[in-house]
């Protein structure tokens, strides 16, 4: 097949919908397809584009054997809601006479565009028909259901219109799939019929993420008291996961002598986050790590944190939990009752109010306490993870999917 794919973000990006992307992009490669990308220069989570790369320029380059083509892309050193909004748009107007083009003249079999941003989709459409091609919408964020979750759609009738909109494009894709049943089941309530909803989940590096290969070096460098727990949480430092808890627990543990915390990234609100901390000695920022590097530390945590706006957790759902599942060790997740993140942490880990400092910190201690426990949740999660989590079975789906080959949503 020849397929399109069209996403903001793409590797060498190693946080969020652009490691995805691009192990997407690098496995359908590998099976003999012709691979094309359109996305923006690298940027995230730094919010600052790669220094080999100009935030203005068009550029083609080959990458694990697609061919990616870099197109302009406004990016907001310190990003707000509006500007947000203008990132997504030039993002959306620098691809659109890009996909139009390759849609005429390359004429793909299969387009896929990933959400976010919904504002590329009115390109992916004219290109599919252009060119003939069938068109896909694969949802990791709904944007419009979090912009106003999260205070960046305000008036409940733009919020409306804005949804009118969504349904009205996801009605015009050949298929529209996520990453989770919950999620399935809202594409279902925004009108995408049942035999064109798919499910295909995030996938963990399982094979990578094998706890037998031990913390590495972080054991070293935070361990030299065998009695010390690490709690960790790596990942993008944004606006929309309530990062703040994490600074407020550690606080809140302060007088626990035996943990320590370690914050793993970079994004829009670590500088709040750092300045929150001041004053903290068991509490730890780090940069985002080398993949090597990476591996280890996730196997060096004794717990996870995954914290979690509240009223978000079925609107997205967080791409870090596959890989914090594969290292065999428990998690700390923000998530109420009947949520989907609360169901994938069940026997895992466990699940507290979010933005609730005071229960992540009970649940920390609980966990803590409790060696047998915590290998007893790992143990499970690894389990979880080489059963359903796998790359290769996923990545199979949406080679079906793109082909047209799936006769009912999976």
């Known amino acids: 097949m020849k397929i399109l794919l069209l996403c903001a973000n793409h590797a060498p990006e190693q946080t969020g919908t652009g490691k995805y992307q691009g192990e997407m992009a690098a496995w359908l490669a590998a099976q003999g397809h012709e691979v094309r990308v359109v996305a923006a220069p690298p940027y995230y989570p730094a919010w600052k584009v790669a220094q080999t790369y100009k935030s203005w320029l068009y550029r083609r380059e080959k990458l694990d054997g697609c061919t990616v083509y870099r197109v302009p892309l406004y990016v907001p050193a310190k990003p707000t809601g509006l500007k947000r909004l203008v990132h997504l748009a030039s993002y959306a107007a620098s691809s659109f006479p890009l996909c139009l083009w390759l849609g005429l003249v390359w004429r793909p079999d299969a387009l896929l565009v990933t959400e976010p941003t919904l504002m590329v989709t009115p390109a992916a459409l004219c290109a599919g028909l252009l060119g003939g091609a069938r068109t896909y919408l694969h949802v990791q964020d709904f944007e ?33 799939s996520t990453i989770s049943p919950n999620m399935r089941k809202k594409l279902l309530e925004k009108g995408v019929e049942a035999s064109r909803a798919f499910l295909i989940p995030n996938w963990s590096n399982v094979e990578a993420f094998d706890p037998a290969k031990g913390p590495g070096s972080w054991a070293e460098r935070f361990k030299k008291d065998p009695s010390t727990i690490l709690v960790v949480y790596s990942g993008n430092l944004g606006n929309k996961q309530g990062l703040e808890t994490l600074v407020q627990t550690a606080r809140i543990l302060q007088n626990e002598s035996h943990l320590h915390f370690i914050i793993s990234g970079d994004g829009a609100a670590r500088p709040m986050m750092e300045e929150q901390a001041q004053g903290l000695s068991n509490l730890t920022f780090l940069p985002v790590q080398p993949m090597e590097a990476f591996v280890h530390l996730m196997i060096a945590a004794d717990i996870h944190m995954l914290p979690q706006k509240a009223g978000a957790a079925d609107l997205v759902m967080p791409s870090k939990l596959c890989n914090i599942l594969a290292s065999g060790r428990p998690v700390v997740a923000g998530a109420a009752q009947g949520t989907q993140v609360y169901d994938a942490v069940q026997g895992c880990g466990l699940a507290v109010e979010p933005e609730n400092a005071a229960s992540f910190a009970d649940a920390i201690l609980t966990l803590a306490k409790d060696g047998a426990l915590r290998a007893q949740m790992g143990a499970q999660g690894r389990a979880h993870a080489q059963a359903e989590l796998s790359k290769a079975p996923l990545l199979c789906r949406m080679e079906r999917m793109l082909a047209g080959e799936a006769q009912t949503a999976f």
């Open 144 to 176: 419009v259901d979090a912009a106003f979750q999260l205070g960046l759609l305000k008036k409940p009738w733009l919020y409306r219109l804005a949804l009118k909109i969504e349904r009205f494009i996801m009605r015009r894709f050949t298929g529209v």
